[in-house]
């Protein structure tokens, strides 16, 4: 059933004005009035769940400022692309404690980089408890929407993503449905996995605007269907049963004439789009201001746009601005 306006999803938290995943973010978000916040998971060595963007931590940490880890400073390739820098999985949580979190644009979020090197790397654990606590101070019901980062490669290595979280979210209580828990990924073969494990949440499959999902490019080559394909009538045809919904770029909604929206509903499929940015760096080129990339451009004008789609979820980086224009 569409929603009348959309759920208004924190990414990270409130990244807009704290580092994201920091717990200022969170709290900040919870406070804002969204309706659910979003963690990005990826493992360490020792098979514990952190939220960070990415599992290359030097741009959202203090890590390359420690001597002792100088050493672990590595190339990698991540999902087909080479990546230099410090990785979670060669880190045991102990290790991870002792870094820092740092705001990942500090060139557009200058205010947010003031944060710097003041508070701790998060566990999903650690998340899940802030929300549950929101969700009780704040007097409404909060859900977490938990996007699964690198599933094939983590499993690759050894590190097997599906029993962690489901480990996870039956320790903190959010895996049988009493919380409003979603699980999303651009792979779908982990949300086929952590649905077969009877996690109680609804299975969103995030969508780029090109390209192919990596999973399925592993097992299948170029005969894996690209993104694109997946949201046409007969791509969504094959999603009904395998997942709830789907998450799309939001310059897909942005795209005149697109029927992605109507297309999905018809199927009883929900829609959420990614990711409502104020400033003029991520705005499309219509709607970008003066000021410079961190300025903020027109964009209500585009979330308009977003909103008139009839899409079911946004996630927004500046909360107070999404809670105030999508519930308008």
């Not at 979210?169 to 999303?184: S, Y």
């Not at 789609?309 to 980086?317: L, P």
Request: hydrophobic share 40%.
């Amino acid at each position: 059933m569409p929603r009348k306006s959309p759920l208004v999803i924190g990414h990270r938290g409130a990244p807009g004005y704290r580092p994201e995943h920091s717990r200022s973010s969170y709290e900040l978000a919870l406070a804002m009035g969204v309706d659910a916040v979003e963690p990005d998971v990826v493992a360490t060595k020792d098979g514990v769940l952190i939220v960070r963007h990415e599992n290359e931590i030097s741009g959202t940490t203090d890590v390359a400022e420690h001597p002792e880890f100088a050493d672990r400073k590595t190339t990698k390739r991540v999902d087909g692309q080479a990546l230099t820098g410090w990785f979670s999985e060669d880190f045991t949580w102990d290790e991870l404690s002792t870094l820092r979190s740092r705001e990942r644009l500090p060139e557009v979020r200058l205010s947010s980089a003031s944060f710097n090197d003041s508070q701790a790397i998060l566990r999903l654990t650690d998340v899940l408890d802030i929300v549950r606590d929101g969700s009780i101070e704040h007097g409404r019901e909060i859900g977490v929407v938990l996007e699964v980062k690198h599933a094939t490669y983590f499993a690759s290595i050894g590190l097997d993503l599906a029993p962690l979280i489901e480990r996870d979210l039956r320790a903190a209580g959010w895996a049988d449905g009493e919380l409003p828990l979603i699980i999303e990924c651009f792979e779908s073969t982990i949300l086929g996995e952590l649905k077969a494990r009877g996690i109680a949440a609804a299975y969103i499959y995030l969508i780029e605007a090109s390209g192919r999902p990596f999973d399925l490019l592993v097992a299948r080559g170029r005969q894996a269907l690209t993104y694109k394909a997946t949201v046409t009538p007969q791509g969504l045809d094959g999603l009904v049963g395998q997942v709830d919904g789907i998450s799309v770029n939001k310059r897909m909604l942005l795209t005149p004439g697109n029927s992605i929206v109507a297309d999905a509903h018809a199927r009883g499929l929900t829609v959420f789009t990614w990711t409502c940015r104020p400033e003029n760096a991520f705005l499309s080129a219509e709607f970008r201001g003066a000021g410079g990339k961190s300025a903020y451009g027109d964009y209500e004008a585009e979330w308009d746009v977003i909103k008139r789609s009839g899409v079911d979820g946004v996630f927004v980086d500046h909360p107070d601005l999404g809670v105030s224009f999508f519930r308008g």
